[in-house]
């Protein structure tokens, strides 16, 4: 290779456009794989042991409102799993009769149906209040 022909492409008008490119592409093809719209989760006491038979409520958050979107039930170790989220900002909330209530827990995506698994669970009250 050249001396003129190195200089042209190790240019900045060339170098940051293959650059921004390569990000992009990167970008969309992490979003293809991995929006398949599943959110999972654990749902625990304050005591931290796992809560079966929990029912965990997923909200659309709006710019005003919440808008119900489903409702899921925890397996026996506590786990739960939503699927077919269409969001990209949702609210997550468990609640258990004689267990209490978790504190509404906001989920903010990167993109529409991106799939994530919560790393902290939604931790039941006891019912205090």
């Known amino acids: 290779m050249t001396g003129r022909m190195r200089r042209i ?3 900045r008008f060339v170098v940051a456009p293959v650059v ?8 969309n093809a992490y979003v ?7 959110v999972t989760g ?16 997923m909200m659309e958050q709006n710019f005003t409102t919440n808008s119900q979107r489903g409702t899921t039930r925890t397996d026996a170790n506590g786990a739960f799993r939503f ?23 906001a989920v903010r995506l990167y993109f529409r ?9 939604l931790v039941l009250d006891g019912g205090a209040k």
Do not use: M, Y
């Open 32 to 38: 293809a794989s991995h929006a398949d719209g599943i």
């Open 113 to 121: 149906s991106q799939h994530v698994d919560l790393t902290e669970p």
């Open 42 to 57: 654990h749902v625990v006491d304050r005591f931290g042991r796992p809560v079966a038979d929990a029912t965990v409520r």
């Open 83 to 105: 699927q077919e989220n269409r969001s990209h900002r949702i609210q997550l909330r468990a609640e258990k009769p004689g267990a209490g209530r978790s504190n509404q827990q």
């Open 9 to 11: 492409l190790l240019n």
């Open 20 to 27: 921004v490119a390569a990000v992009v592409l990167v970008w």
